[in-house]
């Protein structure tokens, strides 16, 4: 028989064991818990990401999401549904217990913060994710406004929604689903117009008429089927200061009107863009596919001092 002695040590043992399985239930529950479920929206209509001072705006069309402020304009829809996913996906911790000060000292909204709330049908707030204070606390926390519990995202990257505002709108500079019916490149007087004819592409310019070998088109078609893409968009201003180097006309097939730019000097690698009637955003566009399309014709441009 046992002597109480043995009995209690092993009464404090089984008691510890399930303490420590209980612990680690807890530990294990509250690590791999995520926002999906009752944390995150199932539907998101509205979020809007805040920085300083300013503030985009973003809404869900039927087909995609757009920039509503602070001004209309597509958004990458790609971009923002992996950051729903994102966010959807990431670990939570349980509610921190935390004093007004101790949530201060995290400058939860404060300096250097990203805010970003994401909203239902009619724009009531579902969840909020914001980073703390560069210095002291760079990680993302989100809380739920009705409950108002702070939660720490264990994996969430905060660089995420640092990112550029400009970099959560669509580069599409022209949309060619079709191809184009003819491009047109252009400085000074001189030109050169590749285009599609009798079932063939050919170069009109300079050098006389001559038809694209399958090596020429390898190189062509890619640049504008079935879009024209920037590498990136700035604001408006940063075209402001653009020296015109040549201009770019791409006609889309069909009735539609063409496209028209003014194409900059290389800088970098990138040639900064205006598009005619458009006066949000600066494209910045890949130098090396349109030097290939210069080349290709024959046609030599310098600064507009120089034609």
């Not at 046992?2 to 008691?15: E, G, I, K, Q, T």
């Not at 809007?48 to 597509?74: H, M, Q």
């Amino acid at each position: 028989m046992l002597s109480s002695s043995v009995m209690r040590r092993m009464a404090l043992a089984l008691l510890f064991l399930v303490a420590a399985a209980l612990l680690l239930r807890v530990r294990s529950g509250g690590r791999q818990e995520t926002m999906a479920g009752r944390y995150f929206p199932r539907k998101t209509a509205y979020f809007e990401i805040s920085r300083a001072t300013e503030t985009w705006k973003f809404r869900r069309l039927r087909n995609g999401w757009v920039l509503s402020e602070p001004f209309e304009y597509p958004a990458d829809s790609a971009e923002i549904r992996a950051l729903l996913v994102t966010a959807a996906a990431s670990r939570v911790s349980p509610p921190l217990v935390l004093s007004s000060a101790s949530a201060s000292a995290f400058g939860i909204g404060e300096g250097d913060s990203v805010t970003a709330v994401f909203m239902d049908e009619v724009r009531a707030p579902l969840l909020r994710l914001s980073t703390g204070k560069e210095a002291e606390q760079p990680e993302s926390f989100y809380w739920q406004d009705k409950a108002g519990d702070i939660r720490l995202a264990e994996d969430f990257p905060s660089a995420v929604l640092k990112r550029p505002f400009y970099d959560w709108l669509d580069r599409t500079a022209a949309f060619l689903p079709g191809g184009p019916d003819f491009v047109r490149l252009s400085c000074g007087s001189s030109s050169f117009t590749v285009e599609q004819s009798s079932a063939a592409w050919h170069l009109r310019g300079m050098r006389g008429e001559i038809e694209l070998s399958s090596a020429a088109l390898a190189g062509f078609l890619p640049v504008f089927v079935p879009s024209l893409e920037a590498a990136a968009l700035l604001p408006y201003q940063e075209c402001f200061a653009m020296q015109e180097e040549f201009r770019l006309e791409v006609k889309p097939s069909g009735p539609a009107l063409p496209y028209l730019f003014s194409i900059g000097q290389a800088e970098k690698g990138f040639r900064r863009a205006r598009k005619a009637g458009e006066g949000r955003v600066c494209f910045l566009l890949p130098d090396e596919k349109l030097s290939s399309l210069l080349q290709m014709g024959g046609l030599v441009c310098g600064s507009p001092g120089k034609h």
